[in-house]
């Protein structure tokens, strides 16, 4: 079945990029999303990509794809502290199906 | 900005309650979902709704989970018989459909089973 792993920790100057990752199993994923959860709300859509593309930039936002080793990452230019947050990066094969999250990525911004 | 709903945000219930978790999807989508997430692990696929019928279940989603859309608003996950491994935070979403690619999530109930 789909397995999305992402690592649980990430820490980031102010300032500085974050770059978070995450890997998927299931080669038939055509849709690959990043999400954010800031605390005690739902999950918010910050982007996604086509298994087609290998990149996506939106504003401060890049997504790379290496669709060869199923690696998928979200980078932050310039990180604020509003972007304190757990990122989750979900995958799926149809749209408007079920997506499969990750464990979700805490980014915690020191000032 | 039109936003998904659920109620209540916290549920505390004794082992063998059934509960019903309410939530209010955004006005004009066509999709329904029910995802779930128990503390520390990721957030996993329950059900997935479309005209009036279920479209997908996962393996978790067995016969103490129903769903039910009882009027033009509402979209509701009732768990029968709650059992202790049942505590999570159940998140609605809702999409479009016609291929949007978003999924609009509410904020989540806390699930506790005592």
């Known amino acids: 079945g789909e397995d999305v792993e992402q690592s649980l920790f990430l820490s980031v100057r102010e300032g500085d990029s974050s770059v978070i990752n995450c890997t998927y199993t299931?080669?038939?994923?055509?849709?690959l999303y990043w999400y954010k959860q800031e605390p005690g709300a739902g999950l918010q859509l910050l982007t996604y990509?086509?298994?087609?593309?290998d990149m996506k930039q939106d504003q401060r936002l890049t997504v790379l794809l290496n669709k060869k080793d199923k690696h998928l990452s979200l980078r932050i230019a310039d990180t604020q502290t509003g972007d304190s947050a757990i990122y989750f990066c979900?995958?799926?094969?149809?749209?408007?199906?079920?997506?499969?999250f990750g464990t979700g990525t805490r980014l915690t911004i020191i000032p | 900005e039109p936003e998904v709903t659920q109620t209540p945000s916290h549920q505390v219930t004794q082992m063998g309650q059934e509960v019903i978790l309410r939530c209010v999807p955004i006005?004009?989508?066509?999709?329904f979902y029910w995802y779930r997430q128990i503390l520390g692990q990721k957030v996993e696929f329950l059900v997935s709704?479309?005209?009036?019928?279920?479209?997908?279940k996962s393996e978790i989603f067995d016969d103490q989970f129903s769903v039910e859309r009882p009027d033009g608003s509402n979209f509701t996950l009732k768990i029968r018989s709650t059992k202790l491994e049942d505590s999570a935070m159940y998140f609605c979403?809702?999409?479009?459909?016609?291929?949007?690619?978003?999924?609009?999530f509410g904020p989540g109930t806390r699930l506790t089973v005592l």
């Open positions: 979403a809702s999409s479009e459909g016609l291929a949007t690619h978003e999924q609009f």
């Open positions: 299931d080669s038939s994923s055509t849709y």
């Open positions: 006005s004009n989508h066509l999709y």
């Open positions: 990509i086509f298994s087609n593309m």
């Open positions: 979900a995958e799926s094969i149809i749209p408007d199906e079920k997506l499969t």
């Open positions: 709704f479309y005209n009036n019928e279920i479209s997908e």
